[in-house]
């Protein structure tokens, strides 16, 4: 199975601050496509997870510019360029490459 | 606009069986696989099983923790998954959601409820 890892666990932020999340997979996620098959989910509070980034750089209708994917292989980024209240959760990477798919263990996102 | 709803949550004894169903609408249904995920109380998400489409002879998978107890199953005309699950175990207690995977997974349910107690 492709273990996938992120840090950090928890990552308090200020409004209008930049934050960084990293998720690190054991196998190499490039699709025999020619994409990164590494996504990125949001779950706010009480809510199910809903998809921020896709196919690693790709954002997801509606989501903010703010937000942005970039990596490729095993390494992976997400970056908020300016933190806003309305983006606390919890932040998960997830492959798809391959069954069984995997996510990471989550990076908690609060505001200062 | 897509939506997954689940149903079919509830409570049920260690050992017993339930049956989950995932009504799809607002997409081709058919063409897109199923995925199910469930999360435990305060913990992360946890890949459980899917169900390709028909071109791809609705091949299905599923995670070793629950592989020879859950069956995931579709129905194309009613738009509707299932996750049939046996032989529950405390430890199946979760929200389980049902997801579309085109390219990747994009949509979620609200999830359903499961709890396994005695």
């Known amino acids: 199975d492709i273990v996938v890892t992120q840090s950090p666990l928890s990552l308090p932020v200020t409004p209008g601050e930049p934050a960084s999340i990293s998720c690190t997979s054991s196998?190499?996620?490039?699709?025999?496509?020619?994409?990164?098959?590494l996504n990125w989910y949001l779950q706010k509070p009480g809510q199910s997870p809903q998809l921020l980034i896709y196919?690693?750089?790709n954002r997801a209708s509606g989501v903010p510019d703010r937000f942005s994917g970039s990596g490729s292989g095993t390494d992976f980024t997400l970056k908020i360029s300016r933190v806003e209240a309305e983006d606390v959760g919890v932040y998960y990477c997830?492959?798809?490459?391959?069954?069984?798919?995997?996510f990471g263990g989550g990076t908690k996102v609060e505001i200062k | 606009e897509v939506q997954l709803v689940e149903s079919g949550g509830g409570l049920v004894q260690p050992g017993g069986s339930l049956k989950l169903s995932c009504s799809a609408s607002?997409?081709?249904?058919?063409?897109?696989?199923i995925h199910w995920v469930r999360q435990a109380a305060g913990k992360g998400l946890e890949w459980i099983g899917r169900?390709?489409?028909?071109?791809?002879?609705?091949?299905?998978a599923y995670a070793a923790s629950v592989k020879g107890r859950f069956t995931v199953s579709r129905d194309d005309s009613q738009n509707t998954a299932y996750l049939q699950m046996n032989s529950l175990r405390t430890e199946d207690t979760a929200i389980y959601y049902c997801?579309?995977?085109?390219?990747?997974?994009?949509?979620w349910g609200q999830g359903t409820l499961v709890t396994v107690s005695s």
């Open positions: 997801t579309r995977r085109e390219t990747f997974i994009d949509h």
């Open positions: 607002g997409f081709t249904f058919s063409d897109s696989a």
């Open positions: 169900i390709k489409n028909k071109p791809q002879n609705y091949a299905t």
């Open positions: 196998q190499r996620l490039l699709h025999s496509s020619g994409y990164n098959s």
């Open positions: 196919l690693a750089s």
């Open positions: 997830m492959q798809d490459l391959q069954v069984p798919l995997t």
